[in-house]
């Protein structure tokens, strides 16, 4: 099979130019471009809140490579400020639009590649376009609210949401000498978790001054003079000085369904286990797609920088020649709240019951380290596993940067069909400076045979 004589690659984030690389590398003969309608490539996401709150002190570090600095190092030509507006199926050509000059032009592929992202999600009857309003999803984001407490400043602020963007980003504002409120539409913070979960953060934020409040699910605006100026709910009117939306994310998509690519029930396109789509000419990989979820073996959709790296290399290979597949995934999420780590791994309880798992659950609260250590706090640990095989649905631990080990050894079992009781089993080390006597995996396996 001759190699393909363009690859076009759509989206310049994080999985688009490992993609765009991995075709060149792959097949070194291929004209390979990237397209990027903003003006970087190859940025850091999660890296976003650090920069916020100065703990990264210049956004230029999450800055990985320039248009320039890629071009040259992987042979990949960039085409930044470059709105892909259309994909012509038939003629195989993309339309690109040059956002500087307006100009329009169109692209021949022989090989597309899709890796659109994600996008924020947005509060209808809040314009988007309000100077003191702002979500968090790329750099472009960041340098506007950076720009706006430079020039305006900010003593109060308001986040709207308190998922992981939500409670990462209470921090970073406190770090800036900000007030800040959270409203949920749901009773406590961190809704995808358990209650158990929602309850402990809840009495982190009150401990670190963070005004929570939940179940909120009417609000009206305030708005004058093209700035949000007051909030309404359940009677009471608040001012605030600036406004986050963290509201959660959603596949950016637009491009592919206007293409009558198919899409699944959360949006992202379907792809195989080769990251095709429904056209054999075109690939997608990254927050854009749905995913094979390895407990329920149904599509679902988690969008993972992880994840979306090491797809978006198999769809490079797969789209110059190669012959790579992917491989189901389990949600592994581990995220800094203040003092404390959340993570969150598997299925919750709701999800577990809505795929019908017969289930029970173990939790436990042990040291982290001995207790005798100065150091030594509290760890939450618990584990939902399905009763007849014992394997494991899912985890969360709440704790300090132990619980990032203890979410990817629950990942390594659930992705090799480990009985939960076996954590009762395994050798653990034991330090008093770095690890308990007693591990808390210990203990939830152990608890977990008696069930």
């Known amino acids: 099979m001759l190699p393909p004589k363009n ?22 003969g291929s004209n390979v471009i990237l397209f990027e309608a903003g003006n970087f490539i190859s940025t850091g996401t999660c890296e976003l809140p650090y920069v916020l709150s100065d703990v990264i002190d210049d956004y230029g570090k ?17 085409l930044v400020n470059h709105f892909v507006e259309k994909i012509d199926r038939a003629r195989k050509t993309i339309t690109a639009r040059n956002t500087l000059s307006n100009q329009s032009i169109d692209f021949p592929y022989d090989r597309l590649i899709l890796t659109t992202g994600s996008k924020a999600k947005t509060i209808p009857s809040l314009p988007a376009e309000l100077k003191n309003v702002f979500a968090l999803k790329n750099v472009n984001d960041l340098i506007r609210i950076k720009s706006y407490l430079k020039n305006n400043g900010a003593g109060r602020v308001l986040i709207i949401g308190a998922g992981y963007v939500g409670l990462e980003s209470a921090e970073s504002f406190k ?28 009495d982190l934020l009150k401990k670190n001054d963070v005004e929570f409040i939940g179940g909120v699910r009417d609000i009206k605006f305030g708005i004058n003079d093209n700035k949000l100026e007051s909030i309404t709910y359940e009677g009471r009117t608040q001012e605030y000085d600036l406004v986050l939306v963290a509201i959660g994310f959603e596949p950016n998509n637009s491009l592919a369904v206007s293409a009558k690519l198919q899409t699944g ?10 990251l095709r789509t429904n056209d054999p000419d075109i690939f997608a990989a990254g927050d854009n797609i749905e995913i094979i979820n390895k407990i329920t073996s149904q599509p679902d959709y988690f969008p993972i920088a992880t994840t979306a790296h090491t797809f978006a290399h198999i769809a490079g290979e797969n789209a110059a020649g190669g012959n790579s597949y992917i491989k189901s995934t389990v949600k592994n999420i581990a995220v800094k709240i203040f003092d404390k780590n959340l993570v969150i791994v598997g299925l919750n309880s709701t999800e577990a019951s809505n795929n019908r798992f017969n289930f029970g659950s173990v939790r436990e609260v042990a040291p982290n380290l001995v207790k005798v250590m100065p150091e030594s706090e509290s760890v939450f640990g618990k584990i939902i596993f399905e009763k007849s095989s014992k394997k494991i649905l899912g985890a969360v631990f709440l704790g300090k940067k132990e619980v990032t080990g203890y979410g990817d050894l629950i990942a390594s079992f659930i992705h090799n069909n480990i009985k939960v009781t076996e954590l009762a089993n395994i050798n653990y080390n034991y330090t008093p400076p770095l690890s308990p006597f007693i591990n808390l995996l210990s203990l939830l396996g152990r608890k977990a045979g008696k069930d």
Not at 62 to 78: A, D, G, R, T
Not at 177 to 197: F, H, N
Request: net charge positive.
């Open 175 to 202: 770090k800036l000498g900000c007030s800040v409120t959270i409203i949920e539409k749901e009773k406590l913070p961190m809704p995808y978790a358990d209650e158990e979960i929602g309850a402990l953060l809840l």
């Open 265 to 274: 029930r959360y949006g992202g396109i379907k792809v195989d286990q080769k």
């Open 62 to 78: 999450i800055l990985f490579y320039s248009p320039e600095s890629f071009e040259k190092e992987k042979q990949v030509k960039v």
């Open 7 to 28: 690859i076009l690659v759509v989206g310049g984030n994080a999985a688009g130019p490992a993609a765009a690389a991995k075709a060149k590398r792959t097949s070194p």
